[in-house]
């Protein structure tokens, strides 16, 4: 049985009469760009966050482009990232002008080292960007209490509606950074019919300097105070992603029994290591990742069995050719760049089934010999 690494059409089909509708009703209005479908959208998110605003935009890049903007992020400045994650988070920072400065990760947790970002500052450090990897929130506190003047960018593409147990007090992914970012890639948790992205914040200053960047700079038309982006959410995938938003709960809790079984199911083969979720965080696996040895052998022989699979990522970002000018050389981050040789994500949508499940497992045990 062949199981791919997602299956788009499997949720599609639970929510499809939902779905047309609410696209439907848009086709009739006639209305595309912004409007009530995504004014009732980043309310949503707004909620489910616990934030002041939330703005929508094109893609979950742009939502970082326009943290980095509106925090005056630009030519001469420095900001923190992980060099473990998608291109995007350090793509954003040098479009604005800045320099990525990469620091190491933890290698449980595969997010941002605090105490390698507190020793990576400089006085032209303009702010850190701790990225949710895989749908567990970065320690954000800690960072907070290491660099408490520096603006935290969170880098929340693969993690709404996760939370993190923070002072007594379980917090939203978004809620407590400076910004939060998040990408409705359709392959996220939260998944668009195409591309789309949100920006949350508690600072009214902020959100309004992003609504005024994402629209050329203007907050009256034809009047234009600076030079903005063209970065609007457009009101049909405002409307699909309202209606998703509605099961998102339920999907991840989903996706948490699924990484249960696999974890349960791998248990006893020593030559893998299962996630670790912090105990302070509520994991939303967005990817559930296995550290593994033979990885790419492994990955060969899901491959021929039909199991999908993919590595997240393969080449951390501070070797990227792009990067080259930074100075960066192999051996400098060495977690990550373990990490980029050992990891290895199976399917773990919510629709899995028990048959899928189990051929999954039995592929990697097989592997193993066990």
Same mark, same amino acid.
């Given at each position: 049985?062949?199981?791919?690494?997602?299956?788009?059409?499997?949720?599609?089909?639970?929510?499809?009469?939902?779905?047309?509708?609410?696209?439907?009703?848009?086709?009739?209005?006639?209305?595309?760009?912004?409007?009530?479908?995504?004014?009732?959208?980043?309310?949503?998110?707004?909620?489910?966050?616990?934030?002041? *605003?939330?703005? %929508?935009?094109?893609?979950? +890049?742009?939502?970082?482009? !326009?943290?980095? =903007?509106? /925090?005056?992020?630009?030519?001469?400045?420095?900001?923190?990232?992980?060099?473990?994650?998608?291109?995007?988070?350090?793509?954003?920072?040098?479009?604005?002008?800045?320099?990525?400065?990469?620091?190491?990760?933890?290698?449980?947790?595969?997010?941002?080292?605090?105490?390698?970002?507190?020793?990576?500052?400089t006085p032209r450090t303009k702010a850190v960007v701790p990225v949710d990897l895989f749908g567990q929130i970065a320690p954000i506190e800690q960072l907070q209490a290491a660099l408490p003047d520096l603006p935290l960018v969170e880098d929340a593409a693969q993690s709404i509606g996760a939370k993190r147990l923070i002072n007594g007090v379980w917090r939203?992914?978004?809620?407590?950074?400076?910004?939060?970012?998040?990408?409705?890639?359709?392959?996220?948790?939260?998944?668009? *019919?195409?591309? %789309?992205?949100?920006?949350? +914040?508690?600072?009214?200053? !902020?959100?309004? =300097?992003? /609504?005024?960047l994402r629209t050329h700079g203007s907050t009256r038309t034809y009047l234009h105070e600076e030079v903005g982006y063209n970065s609007r959410l457009d009101a049909l995938q405002a409307a699909v992603l309202s209606v998703k938003l509605a099961r998102l709960q339920a999907w991840s809790a989903a996706r948490r029994a699924n990484a249960a079984y696999y974890?349960?199911?791998?248990?006893?083969?020593?030559?893998?290591?299962?996630?670790?979720?912090?105990?302070?965080?509520?994991?939303?696996?967005?990817?559930?990742?296995?550290?593994?040895?033979?990885?790419?052998?492994?990955?060969?022989?899901?491959?021929?069995?039909?199991?999908?699979?993919?590595?997240?990522?393969?080449?951390?970002?501070?070797?990227?050719?792009?990067?080259?000018?930074?100075?960066?050389?192999?051996?400098?981050?060495?977690?990550?760049?373990?990490?980029?040789?050992?990891?290895?994500? !199976?399917?773990?949508?919510?629709?899995?089934?028990?048959?899928?499940?189990?051929?999954?497992?039995?592929?990697?045990?097989?592997?193993?010999?066990?």
């Amino acid at each position: 049985m062949a199981v791919p690494l997602l299956d788009l059409k499997a949720q599609y089909a639970t929510i499809k009469d939902e779905v047309v509708a609410a696209m439907m009703q848009v086709v009739d209005d006639q209305a595309f760009i912004l409007g009530a479908p995504v004014g009732k959208l980043e309310c949503e998110v707004a909620g489910l966050s616990k934030t002041r *605003f939330a703005v %929508g935009c094109a893609n979950g +890049t742009d939502a970082l482009l !326009l943290a980095y =903007r509106a /925090l005056d992020i630009g030519p001469g400045d420095e900001v923190i990232a992980p060099p473990f994650t998608f291109f995007a988070t350090a793509g954003a920072i040098h479009n604005v002008g800045a320099r990525p400065v990469f620091v190491d990760i933890d290698p449980l947790t595969f997010n941002i080292d605090p105490a390698a970002a507190a020793a990576a500052r400089t006085p032209r450090t303009k702010a850190v960007v701790p990225v949710d990897l895989f749908g567990q929130i970065a320690p954000i506190e800690q960072l907070q209490a290491a660099l408490p003047d520096l603006p935290l960018v969170e880098d929340a593409a693969q993690s709404i509606g996760a939370k993190r147990l923070i002072n007594g007090v379980w917090r939203m992914a978004g809620e407590v950074a400076t910004i939060g970012t998040f990408s409705f890639f359709p392959s996220k948790n939260l998944g668009g *019919f195409g591309d %789309g992205g949100m920006i949350v +914040t508690q600072d009214e200053a !902020l959100y309004q =300097r992003i /609504l005024r960047l994402r629209t050329h700079g203007s907050t009256r038309t034809y009047l234009h105070e600076e030079v903005g982006y063209n970065s609007r959410l457009d009101a049909l995938q405002a409307a699909v992603l309202s209606v998703k938003l509605a099961r998102l709960q339920a999907w991840s809790a989903a996706r948490r029994a699924n990484a249960a079984y696999y974890d349960a199911a791998f248990a006893d083969v020593p030559e893998l290591r299962t996630p670790y979720v912090a105990p302070e965080s509520e994991h939303i696996f967005n990817q559930y990742t296995l550290r593994a040895e033979r990885r790419d052998a492994l990955q060969e022989h899901l491959k021929g069995a039909g199991i999908g699979n993919s590595v997240y990522y393969p080449l951390p970002l501070h070797l990227q050719p792009c990067f080259a000018y930074l100075g960066y050389q192999a051996g400098m981050c060495p977690v990550a760049e373990a990490a980029s040789r050992e990891v290895i994500s !199976l399917p773990v949508y919510p629709e899995l089934t028990g048959d899928q499940r189990d051929e999954v497992v039995a592929a990697v045990r097989g592997f193993y010999g066990r």
